[in-house]
């Protein structure tokens, strides 16, 4: 039986609604829709959808034909005012045109998945949808208001659960405030959708799920935040599995001084895109050490340009280290081949 969405009063005494974890005045981002029926489910409620951008990876005629209800429901949302865009991809959303500039209070995607690609308990098939959900989990935590939150509901079963999400976000500087169990019933009009494959309209079991909040680390988290990148070893991504004599035997990277402290950002960033050649990185690794020096300068109490400019130094020596290092790695590989 659906659950019956309901109102409360902000603090200027305006009325405002809420299904589950959405409020009609939060900014509000879906990525990865099917026929945009959570979307929709949100704008019935609110009665309004100026504040939400709703987007697919599909074109909107991919979209349509695919999903029976899609048409209406996205004749609906243009109704209500969203914001509607197709061929949105959740690893490289930052960048899009009409999202480059926004930050949002919730950024949604609901049951990320890759594709059927073969057995889901197949080690090759995990990690091509955990590079998605890392994927994802950069943009969206670099299009966030500051006390902004990321949501990704998710089964919590085998294999699903080796996805291990909390330790995706975790490279991105997003930790985990709440996981709540997901019930379709708090979503009237939510029809969740397989999304590929001759049976994209159709439902797949949810079994046991969950809604997995995640938020920016803060200052406070410092002793969580600090700890938890410490013990975790960052996932393997694509050029790691090609490379792996390369990559696994890490360049020397001191990570344990203060360099590392102020650009962990960048650290975290060139760990997780590390071999991955496109522009993308023209624009992130900036984005990356400039916020480093927000929060440096937020910490600090002393000049923070000085201390960030010696940083800065250090790591470009670093990384001369860490370019000659690979030079001469790469070099030892071809050697057997007669390079
Ligand atoms: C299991 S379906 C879930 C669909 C929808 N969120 C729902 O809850 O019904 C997975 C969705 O992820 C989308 N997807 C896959 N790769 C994506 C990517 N790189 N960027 C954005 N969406 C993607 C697919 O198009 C599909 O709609």
């Given at each position: 039986m659906a659950r019956i969405p309901w109102e409360s009063y902000d603090s200027y005494g305006e009325n405002v609604k809420w299904v589950k974890h959405y409020c009609s005045n939060h900014q509000i981002l879906l990525v990865g829709?099917?026929?945009?029926s959570f979307s929709c489910c949100l704008a019935r409620v609110f009665g309004?959808?100026?504040?939400i951008v709703a987007t697919s990876l599909d074109s909107y005629d991919v979209v349509i034909n695919k999903y029976e209800r899609a048409k209406a429901n996205l004749d609906m949302l243009y109704h209500f005012g969203a914001k509607l865009l197709h061929g949105v991809d959740a690893m490289k959303m930052k960048l899009h045109t009409d999202l480059q500039m926004r930050k949002f209070d919730r950024i949604v995607y609901n049951f990320p998945h890759a594709g059927f690609?073969?057995?889901?308990?197949?080690n090759r098939v995990i990690t091509v949808h955990k590079n998605l959900v890392c994927g994802f989990f950069k943009n969206a935590s670099r299009m966030l208001h500051p006390h902004g939150e990321v949501h990704v509901s998710h089964k919590t079963t085998k294999p699903f659960d080796l996805w291990n999400i909390e330790e995706l976000a975790s490279q991105s500087s997003l930790l985990l405030s709440e996981r709540v169990k997901f019930e379709?019933?708090?979503?009237?009009?939510y029809a969740n959708k397989?999304?590929?494959?001759?049976?994209?309209d159709c439902p797949f079991p949810l079994g046991e799920c969950c809604t997995f909040k995640f938020r920016l680390y803060s200052e406070s988290d410092e002793s969580i935040g600090s700890h938890h990148r410490s013990t975790q070893e960052p996932q393997m991504c694509s050029s790691e599995r090609a490379y792996p004599n390369i990559v696994m035997n890490h360049?020397?990277?001191?990570?344990?001084n203060q360099c590392h402290q102020v650009f962990r950002e960048y650290f975290d960033h060139a760990r997780s895109t590390f071999?991955?050649?496109?522009?993308y990185i023209f624009h992130s690794v900036p984005h990356m050490l400039r916020i480093g020096l927000e929060r440096c300068s937020a910490e600090s109490?002393?000049?923070?340009l000085n201390h960030y400019i010696s940083h800065l130094k250090e790591l470009q020596y670093m990384c001369k280290r860490r370019i000659e290092y690979l030079q001469n790695r790469l070099l030892e590989i071809d050697r057997p081949y007669g390079l």
């Amino acid at each position: 039986m659906a659950r019956i969405p309901w109102e409360s009063y902000d603090s200027y005494g305006e009325n405002v609604k809420w299904v589950k974890h959405y409020c009609s005045n939060h900014q509000i981002l879906l990525v990865g829709e099917g026929d945009f029926s959570f979307s929709c489910c949100l704008a019935r409620v609110f009665g309004d959808a100026s504040n939400i951008v709703a987007t697919s990876l599909d074109s909107y005629d991919v979209v349509i034909n695919k999903y029976e209800r899609a048409k209406a429901n996205l004749d609906m949302l243009y109704h209500f005012g969203a914001k509607l865009l197709h061929g949105v991809d959740a690893m490289k959303m930052k960048l899009h045109t009409d999202l480059q500039m926004r930050k949002f209070d919730r950024i949604v995607y609901n049951f990320p998945h890759a594709g059927f690609l073969g057995k889901e308990d197949d080690n090759r098939v995990i990690t091509v949808h955990k590079n998605l959900v890392c994927g994802f989990f950069k943009n969206a935590s670099r299009m966030l208001h500051p006390h902004g939150e990321v949501h990704v509901s998710h089964k919590t079963t085998k294999p699903f659960d080796l996805w291990n999400i909390e330790e995706l976000a975790s490279q991105s500087s997003l930790l985990l405030s709440e996981r709540v169990k997901f019930e379709i019933e708090d979503y009237p009009g939510y029809a969740n959708k397989r999304g590929e494959g001759e049976r994209s309209d159709c439902p797949f079991p949810l079994g046991e799920c969950c809604t997995f909040k995640f938020r920016l680390y803060s200052e406070s988290d410092e002793s969580i935040g600090s700890h938890h990148r410490s013990t975790q070893e960052p996932q393997m991504c694509s050029s790691e599995r090609a490379y792996p004599n390369i990559v696994m035997n890490h360049a020397p990277i001191v990570n344990n001084n203060q360099c590392h402290q102020v650009f962990r950002e960048y650290f975290d960033h060139a760990r997780s895109t590390f071999g991955q050649a496109d522009d993308y990185i023209f624009h992130s690794v900036p984005h990356m050490l400039r916020i480093g020096l927000e929060r440096c300068s937020a910490e600090s109490n002393v000049n923070p340009l000085n201390h960030y400019i010696s940083h800065l130094k250090e790591l470009q020596y670093m990384c001369k280290r860490r370019i000659e290092y690979l030079q001469n790695r790469l070099l030892e590989i071809d050697r057997p081949y007669g390079l």
